[in-house]
């Protein structure tokens, strides 16, 4: 979910974007020695015997050239294909993108990794946020976002999610696929031919909107699905921390496109639920435009779009929620399993997800995609369960131009993790 002035004007737009987490061990196999200059087996899937341990790098391919970071950060970077978990415990291979900065790091210890996931793009192949930054389709609005890290000094590992390879569709908002893909890309970046990376460097989780709810979830996950990695803070903006509440707020306003690809993210994701045998012919013909499209072209078919009208029965959200799978289980909830904070803790307390790092979440002061209250009160239990979080919800602007103000705070945020500094948080100011 995300920005682009253009598209504003024309639609008004902006973004949307979870589940528990099943470690998986592995044997390795011997990684790539060097990389292609040309992307085809990027986006293709591999034969399941070479997917491998999670993180473990499947290809890779030359990508010097990425024409949508502005500036002039010299740099080198590597499109990759890499080994994850889905959210039923599957193996699968997934795609992004390992960037590292010529210049050395003259920071303290290794250089760090930042494991970025990008806001939502759409739910089609075509896509993958690899593709758009790299100029191979439309523009992307991430690069402002990218220039900074590279600024900094960081590498930058990003992920283009699970679901972007050919003949696959996004698993939209699902949350353990979301984490585990980006986790796992940072355990990639070190397996990278010629990118000078340190295995056990430190790693910064950030996202906004969509991708601030994965960074939240890999947050969740990363001690119990990928203890190797190390984690030191995770910043988080714009987040879809309860998706009922944002689904609520989107069906039949003007983002209802998010609500579409969300829907058939967790379809895709949970397929003992019932879905093709509820949609009608404009159901169906909805799903195709949402995986033809990318995400203005989503936006603008569906704006005022209502669940209702999908559905041979007409049913309404709630209705939908309790609609039954073949294990029992209902639509409600799967789309519950995506909440955020919901049995968190710090190390030791016995949570299921244990946070030990700090976290940095914010939101803009006139969002109108996300639910307000999705957003407080997700930061409001990190709070409550003790974990460390510097809240900051007064950047002036809606949910689109708010990723663009808080990119430097964010950067200065994940810079004094890397340093060492410490934080406080400030849990004692009040969500409003």
Known sequence: MKRLTATLAAVGLAVAGLAGSVAVAAEASAAPTSCSFLDTNIYNPPAASKIGAPGELIACATQDYLPYIPGNVSLKGWKVQ??????????????????VPKAPWKGPGTRPIVAFNPGTLGIGTQCAFSKQISGAYQDEYEGVNLQRLLEYGFAVAATDGVGYLKGQIHPYVVGAN????????????????????????????????????????????????????????????????????????????????????????????????????????????????????????????????????????????????????????????AVDEQKLGVNIGKPGSGAKWQIGFPTYQYRGAADEIINWQAMNSTRDAYCKAGIVTDWDQGFPGEHLTTDGFAVDNSVKWLNDRFYNRTTTGNCWLPSI
């Open 82 to 99: 890499y080994s994850s978990t889905n959210n039923l415990g599957q193996k699968v291979a997934v795609s992004g993108l390992v960037i």
């Open 178 to 333: 979301a984490a585990h893909a980006l986790l796992d890309i940072s355990r990639t970046a070190s397996q990278v031919p010629g990118a000078g990376i340190t295995k056990g460097t430190k790693v910064g989780l950030w996202g906004y909107s969509e991708g601030g709810q994965a960074s939240l979830w890999a947050a969740q996950q990363a001690k119990s699905y990928a203890p190797d990695v190390n984690v030191v803070g995770a910043a988080a903006g714009g987040v879809p921390g309860d998706l009922k509440l944002v689904a609520k707020q989107l069906n039949g306003g003007p983002f209802a496109g998010f609500a579409v690809d969300a829907v058939l993210g967790l379809s895709i994701s949970y397929p003992n639920l019932p879905f093709q045998e509820l949609l009608n012919d404009e159901g169906k013909k909805a799903i195709e435009i949402g995986k033809s499209n990318c995400l203005y072209g989503t936006l603008a078919n569906f704006v005022f779009a209502k669940i209702e009208n999908y559905t041979k029965q007409g049913y309404t959200l709630d209705q939908l929620y309790a609609l039954k799978g073949s294990d029992g289980s209902t639509w409600g909830q």
